[in-house]
T-cell receptor, first 114, second 117 residues
Framework: AQSVTQPDIHITVSEGASLELRCNYSYGATPYLFWYVQSPGQGLQLLLKYFSGDTLVQGIKGFEAEFKRSQSSFNLRKPSVHWSDAAEYFCAVGAGNQGGKLIFGQGTELSVKP | DAEITQSPRHKITETGRQVTLACHQTWNHNNMFWYRQDLGHGLRLIHYSYGVQDTNKGEVSDGYSVSRSNTEDLPLTLESAASSQTSVYFC????????????????FGQGTRLTVV
């Protein structure tokens, strides 16, 4: 069965430090992979997506993610975290052949220390 | 600008009552989805629709129903609300398929926080 695992429920980093959020997926074929961010009380905003091609994808707000097929991973990174990055982050895999039908991980809550 | 809106944003209801959550999108998307968000579970798919008159069950569909009479709206109905349905509900829409450039993404509403007492 398709699944997504985000091993870290909560991460705290200092402002200016680098960030890596982990995501592992289970999917039989080439996956469509997404990272979404949710600010408190808000909906989800797409940060970046991977469909094919270059395994390092760039997103909005300075985020990037790397698809590693051998590790079934799609980790999210940012070189220098800003206080405004504090939010919940969700990794998701596209289920089936229609956009929008997603399987989400449990989410990782990011806190940023001044 | 195109958008997707949910109403109400907050609702408190009693156990056993029927409740309908509204979702309206102006993207003209064929695909619409309802998810629920619970701590420790991320978002889970309740029901979805790939077009008018089309509806499908998702992972956690028991106790919920949807109908699609036009492109813009996908209301979610809780037939008889239960405390286990206390959650935050998100509606989303997307274009059909993944597109040649893989540029299909889901656009989410702001969410409806439902409390069943």
């Amino acid at each position: 069965a398709q699944s997504v695992t985000q091993p870290d429920i909560h991460i705290t980093v200092s402002e200016g430090a680098s960030l890596e959020l982990r995501c592992n997926y289970s999917y039989g074929a080439t996956p469509y992979l997404f990272w979404y961010v949710q600010s408190p009380g808000q909906g989800l905003q797409l940060l970046l997506k991977y469909f094919s091609g270059d395994t390092l994808v760039q997103g909005i707000k300075g985020f990037e993610a790397e698809f590693k097929r051998s590790q079934s991973s799609f980790n999210l990174r940012k070189p220098s975290v800003h206080w405004s990055d504090a939010a919940e982050y969700f990794c998701a895999v596209g289920a089936g052949n229609q956009g929008g039908k997603l399987i989400f991980g449990q989410g990782t809550e990011l806190s940023v220390k001044p | 600008d195109a958008e997707i809106t949910q109403s109400p944003r907050h609702k408190i209801t009693e156990t056993g009552r029927q409740v309908t959550l509204a979702c309206h999108q102006t993207w003209n998307h064929n695909n619409m989805f309802w998810y629920r968000q619970d701590l420790g579970h991320g978002l889970r798919l309740i029901h979805y629709s790939y077009g008018v008159q089309d509806t499908n069950k998702g992972e956690v569909s028991d106790g919920y129903s949807v109908s699609r009479s036009n492109t813009e709206d996908l209301p979610l109905t809780l037939e008889s609300a239960a405390s286990s349905q206390t959650s935050v509900y998100f509606c989303a829409s997307s274009e059909s398929g993944y597109g040649r450039d893989g540029n299909t993404e889901a656009f989410f509403g702001q969410g409806t926080r439902l409390t069943v007492v």
